[in-house]
């Protein structure tokens, strides 16, 4: 397995199929809620509202697409930050 990063945004490229993985601590800075409890997880977005969670062997899981879509937003603000 070869993995390859972005040099400006440090996100990680691999050729075989994975699960996206947003950083939390990314999250609450672009203003997300974040309430993670035994009980569960709950994220809330200020732009998509209330996300759908699943937790997977005690991690919180998004539907692909919406994973890759808050990544790409995730992006796009630490780019803006760094300018």
Known sequence: MKLRQHPKKKTIFIKEACQPIVPVSLLVQAGAQVVWDRDGCEISHPVH???Q???DQGCP???REV???IMAE???MMMRGRR
């Open 49 to 51: 509202g209330k996300l």
């Open 53 to 55: 969670v699943k937790m």
């Open 61 to 63: 899981t998004l539907e």
């Open 67 to 69: 994973a890759l879509k």
């Open 74 to 76: 995730v992006e796009q």
